[in-house]
């Protein structure tokens, strides 16, 4: 069974930092681009990140950029988010989501595997 499976969310203060991970099962990500999104209640799922099958690029919304370092592990078959000086305006539930996409210079747009999700709130 493909499976993606995200952790390392939770509540943490304004200034403080989370690292989430994306676990593949069923399937190796070999090959697969890696994207990290959020969706803020009310909102609607926005891209905050992606990643190409080997790292050689990389993507981050404007909001982001300077905090957040997304990563992967193709050995450990995972894919990271590390998030730095997060903001209230950071908490949302994060997703990961994988592509097969052959093209290293880019990210897809759309992913075929999503993780359930993980919460992020930021809060003092």
């Known amino acids: 069974q493909v499976r993606l499976v995200e952790s390392g969310g939770g509540l943490v203060q304004p200034g403080g930092s989370l690292r989430l991970s994306c676990a593949a099962s069923?399937?190796?990500?070999?090959?697969?681009?890696i994207g990290w999104f959020r969706q803020a209640p009310g909102k609607e799922r926005d891209r905050v990140s992606c990643i190409s099958k080997t790292g050689g690029s990389t993507y981050y919304v404007d909001s982001v950029k300077g905090r957040f370092t997304i990563s992967r592990d193709n050995a450990k078959n995972t894919a990271y988010l590390q998030m730095n000086s997060l903001e209230p305006e950071d908490t949302a539930v994060y997703y990961c989501?994988?592509?097969?996409?052959?093209?290293?210079?880019?990210?897809?747009?759309?992913?075929?595997?999503w993780g359930q999700g993980t919460q992020v709130s930021v809060s003092s």
């Open positions: 989501a994988a592509d097969l996409w052959p093209y290293d210079s880019s990210c897809p747009f759309e992913y075929n595997y």
């Open positions: 069923g399937f190796t990500l070999d090959g697969y681009a």
